[in-house]
């Protein structure tokens, strides 16, 4: 399980750091898709997204569960075992909560 901070992929400017390996670039994007997707919907629940799975050799897509206190995003693919907790994600770019 990953359990990841967001606002360590990004830079003062609220960006993806671009002097970042690829890998890591790659799963700083990944994390926004995920963090725009569970922020779109006002109640916390589990939803499923057209998100692909991060590992390529799955053909899995992600299933968010935003939990009811709002601090961490749950995200777990539909046919791996990959799967992660989301903190820091708050007021960042991709948090489309009002």
Known sequence: MYITNLSHFLDRQ???VKE???EGREMAGFLALI???ATKEIEPQTMATII????????GTIEIV???ERDEIMWMCTHCDEAGKISGWQKT???NRV
């Open 93 to 95: 770019r991709w948090d």
């Open 35 to 37: 963090v725009d997707a």
């Open 66 to 68: 935003v939990g009811s």
């Open 52 to 59: 692909r799975c991060h590992n390529k050799k799955c053909a």
């Open 14 to 16: 609220g960006n993806i």
């Open 20 to 22: 970042m390996h690829k």
